[in-house]
Nanobody, 122 residues
Framework: VQLQASGGGQVQAGASLRLSCVASGQSFNTYAVAWFRQAGGKEREFVAT????????VYEDSVKGRFTISRDNAKKTVYLQMDSLKPEDTAVYYC????????????????WGQGTQVTVSS
């Protein structure tokens, strides 16, 4: 599976962005997909994940109510709608795919996209 993340940008606090993760590969529609983020000098941290058919979603506490993860398997794409952005959301955002299910632990994600930069100014 190959993943390509896009949609990042530089915005002001309170704005919205939608990230996309487009996949190639026949098994994508059976995998869970997650978004992680990595700010400068920090560990890559979990943001949100979605199971293969979109019926199960898990969010990191700080993004609950502001971010929404969704997927369109016909397009082999997973989205992360980010509303009410805050400066602390600034990071490089990565999408990952896992055959294990919608879990938070990075170790279970076998395939990764290249990352897209999100910068939120106050």
């Amino acid at each position: 599976v190959q993943l390509q993340a896009s949609g990042g940008g530089q915005v002001q606090a309170g704005a919205s962005l939608r990230l996309s993760c487009v996949a190639s590969g026949q098994s994508f529609n059976t995998y869970a997909v997650a978004w992680f983020r990595q700010a400068g000098g920090k560990e890559r941290e979990f943001v949100a994940t979605i199971n293969w058919n979109g019926s199960n979603k898990v969010y990191e506490d700080s993004v609950k109510g502001r971010f929404t993860i969704s997927r369109d398997n016909a397009k082999k794409t997973v989205y992360l709608q980010m509303d009410s952005l805050k400066p602390e959301d600034t990071a490089v955002y990565y999408c990952g795919a896992s055959p294990k299910g919608p879990i938070k632990q990075r170790i279970w994600y076998d395939w990764w996209g290249q990352g897209t930069q999100v910068t939120v100014s106050s």
